[in-house]
């Protein structure tokens, strides 16, 4: 019994330290935010305190799971978002002529959906039984909003952290030694994004254009490939969507990189958010991979409790959590991000950017569903193993399916979706 409790102390002072980090995070990346002030920032500071308290009633309602309401035990992640669309609803009818920055509601509001879906976590927590005897520090660490400056969870929640938290001290050397590869590995990304932002991009801003003078490639960024499609040789139009999944790929590879190489550094062996993925041989496999706690987000909060709900024969079911998942858990977590246009009720901006990515998602659940199929019915049939040129081939697929659905990809008004269709029927000739 004693070695048990001397081995969860130095995991319990991890956490508090971790938490503490996370914290620094925080402030980090409310300063770097562009435009961002020290004045805005203190004001950031000052709301912290409600996001806590909000943080800290939610535990005590996953604590007390059980002595719920029947309805709130069944829908608790519904009842958790009704909340924060009540608190836009009475923001909406009490409009204010200050700014954002200066209401202090406002600003909360604007805070909040950076820590809905780690709440979500916490409940599904409480859903298991799992947080009735834990204590609030003991979820901190990871509740922070902005912990890697996304709205998305590194590590998911306590369940899954502290089931791949160091007990002993040859796991802690362990986790800390992945933990240091990961991070010398983002260095290496995000030096190749620097290779890339120099050599193929020619951006004006980067160094080794600058040494290079003017022998780089100047590929075009991919709005601007979109804007001169008829200034743009085919060739070079094919060669820029095909950087842009790289630079993507390396970009989200090298900042989820540092976030899970820190949580590997205190003790959680926690899985990586981006492992391979332009190696994948199927659109399936490169989904899981590209950008892993977002795909678990999607699969935790909506095609798990789609699948469980639909009752209909197996292909439709899975079509429909498919959906629900790629399409609709995708276009309302990126509908969350607009947080000021969500904030002031400016309902023109929020349907002005949302169309491109709307098609985006239309494509991205087709193909993930399409591919899931295919792998369902190869399950328990002996495929002999690929040869290299096959797998080369397929590789080149699913590059080609992600860089072609990325032409609509960005939640932005500009350029439009008719702009990027174009654009997109261009590669074809059409």
């Known amino acids: 019994m004693a070695r048990a409790i001397d081995d969860r102390v130095p995991a319990a002072r991890r956490r508090r330290l971790l938490a503490l980090a996370a914290l620094g995070v925080c402030l980090d990346a409310a300063l770097e935010q562009k435009g961002s002030t020290v004045s805005a920032t203190l004001r950031a500071v000052a709301v912290a305190p409600a996001l806590v308290l909000v943080a800290y009633a939610v535990f005590l309602v996953a604590r007390r799971y059980e002595r719920l309401p029947r309805a709130?035990?069944?829908?608790?992640?519904?009842?958790?978002?009704?909340?924060?669309?009540?608190?836009?609803?009475?923001?909406?009818?009490?409009?204010?002529?200050?700014?954002?920055?200066?209401?202090?509601?406002a600003l909360f509001a604007i805070l909040l959906p950076a820590l809905l879906w780690r709440l979500g976590y916490l409940l599904k927590s409480g859903q298991r039984g799992k947080a009735a005897g834990s204590a609030f520090t003991d979820h901190l660490f990871y509740l922070w909003p902005l912990w890697g400056g996304s709205e998305t969870p590194y590590g998911k929640g306590l369940d899954n952290l502290a089931r791949v938290e160091a007990r002993t001290p040859a796991a802690l050397a362990r986790s800390q030694l992945a933990g240091l590869k990961l991070?010398?590995?983002?260095?290496?990304?995000?030096?190749?994004?620097?290779?890339?932002?120099?050599?193929?991009?020619?951006?004006?801003?980067?160094?080794?254009?600058?040494?290079?003078?003017?022998?780089?490639?100047?590929?075009?960024r991919l709005d601007d490939l979109v804007r001169r499609r008829a200034e743009v040789p085919?060739?070079?139009?094919?060669?820029?969507?095909?950087?842009?999944?790289?630079?993507?790929?390396?970009?989200?590879?090298?900042?989820?990189?540092?976030?899970?190489?820190?949580?590997?550094?205190?003790?959680?062996?926690?899985?990586?958010?981006?492992?391979?993925?332009?190696?994948?041989?199927?659109?399936?496999?490169?989904?899981?991979?590209?950008?892993?706690?977002?795909?678990?987000?999607?699969?935790?909060?909506?095609?798990?409790?789609t699948y469980a709900r639909i009752k209909s024969p197996p292909w439709l079911r899975t079509l429909?959590?498919?959906?629900?998942?790629?399409f609709v858990g995708n276009l309302y977590y990126h509908a969350l991000q607009q947080d000021r246009a969500l904030v002031a009720g400016d309902f023109a901006a929020l349907g002005a950017a949302f169309p491109s990515r709307t098609?985006?998602?239309f494509l991205l659940a087709i193909g993930i569903f399409l591919s899931m199929t295919r792998e369902q019915r190869r399950r328990?049939?002996?495929?002999?193993?690929?040869g290299r040129v096959a797998r080369l081939r397929r590789i080149a697929g699913v590059w080609t399916f992600f860089a072609l659905i990325h032409v609509w990809a960005h939640a932005t008004p500009e350029p439009t979706l008719a702009e990027r269709t174009s654009f997109f029927l261009s590669l074809f000739g059409l």
């Open 320 to 326: 429909l959590a498919t959906f629900a998942a790629a």
């Open 183 to 220: 991070l010398l590995l983002a260095l290496v990304w995000k030096g190749a994004l620097f290779v890339m932002s120099g050599v193929v991009y020619g951006d004006a801003g980067n160094g080794l254009t600058r040494l290079l003078g003017g022998a780089v490639l100047g590929v075009p």
């Open 359 to 361: 098609l985006y998602c």
């Open 72 to 105: 709130l035990r069944r829908r608790p992640q519904l009842a958790l978002h009704l909340g924060f669309w009540s608190l836009l609803a009475c923001l909406w009818l009490l409009p204010s002529a200050a700014p954002v920055e200066g209401r202090p509601l």
């Open 234 to 305: 085919l060739a070079i139009a094919w060669l820029g969507i095909y950087c842009d999944l790289v630079w993507s790929t390396l970009r989200i590879a090298a900042k989820g990189h540092v976030y899970v190489g820190l949580l590997r550094l205190f003790g959680f062996n926690a899985f990586r958010n981006t492992y391979k993925p332009l190696l994948s041989i199927s659109v399936l496999e490169f989904w899981n991979r590209y950008y892993y706690y977002f795909k678990e987000l999607l699969a935790e909060f909506f095609f798990y409790p």
């Open 380 to 386: 328990g049939t002996s495929v002999a193993p690929l």
